[in-house]
């Protein structure tokens, strides 16, 4: 595609249940990141993946959250059990390569109720 | 652990002006540093990006440097626009995949 997709835009759900959610890079990106902004606070790293592999999982808050990618395309961020410190916007991006510019995609805002 | 400092926090200024944003970071063992602008709604979009031994980049009216020993970039941007106006967000790479990021400048430019 032109660019990142994310899905969904908007996901809204009760506390302890659990959520997916899905981007797509831009075709040919080898490198996906993971992102969470919290209201009022800077770009958080949760993970990093070359490929199918996730090099880096230290930015992962808790066990209850865990990502794949597939194909070396689609990445999905599950978190389990959400609680309300899970609030946030998630921010997926990917690059060519490591070490390049990374592009966004417009995000999901994720809120627990 | 790396920390990025961006300064001024928030920035308003007349349509015309030149600027300078200012990001610093306390580990000098970057892969690259990069900026980015972000608007309401938006994801980011990535503006410039310095590798660690390059001094600057350009692009149309917008110039960042470098000066990795000294831990500090700066964002230039000349003849300002309201279209200018968003959070401007400096970040440095690590390692592969993990970028540290600033707390962002917000910058309005008025008519």
């Known amino acids: 595609g032109a660019g990142v997709s994310q899905s969904p835009s908007n996901k809204v759900t009760e506390k302890g249940k659990d959520v997916e959610l899905r981007c797509d890079p831009i075709s040919g990106h080898t490198a996906l990141y993971w992102y969470r902004q919290r209201l009022g606070q800077g770009l958080e790293f949760l993970i990093y993946f070359q490929g199918n592999s996730a090099p880096d999982k230290s930015g992962l808050p808790s066990d209850r959250f865990s990502a794949e990618r597939t194909g070396e395309s689609v990445s999905t961020l599950t978190i389990q059990r959400t609680q309300q410190e899970d609030s946030a916007v998630y921010l997926c991006?990917?690059?060519?390569?490591?070490?390049?510019?990374?592009?966004f995609g417009s995000g999901t805002q994720l809120s627990v109720l | 652990k790396q920390e990025v400092t961006q300064i001024p926090a928030a920035l308003s200024v007349p349509e015309g002006e030149n600027l300078v944003l200012n990001c610093s970071f306390t580990?000098?063992?970057?892969?690259?540093l990069q900026w980015f602008r972000q608007d309401p709604g938006k994801g980011l979009t990535s503006l410039l990006l310095?590798?660690?031994?390059?001094r600057e980049q350009t692009s149309g009216r917008l110039n960042a440097s470098l000066d990795k020993s000294s831990g500090r970039s700066t964002l230039y941007i000349a003849a300002s626009q309201p279209g200018d106006s968003a959070t401007y967000l400096c970040?440095?790479?690590?390692?592969?995949?993990?970028?540290?990021f600033g707390q962002g400048t917000i910058l309005t430019v008025h008519p």
């Open positions: 310095i590798q660690s031994s390059q």
């Open positions: 970040a440095v790479e690590t390692s592969y995949g993990k970028l540290t």
């Open positions: 991006a990917s690059s060519p390569e490591p070490n390049e510019k990374l592009f």
């Open positions: 580990d000098s063992a970057i892969y690259n």
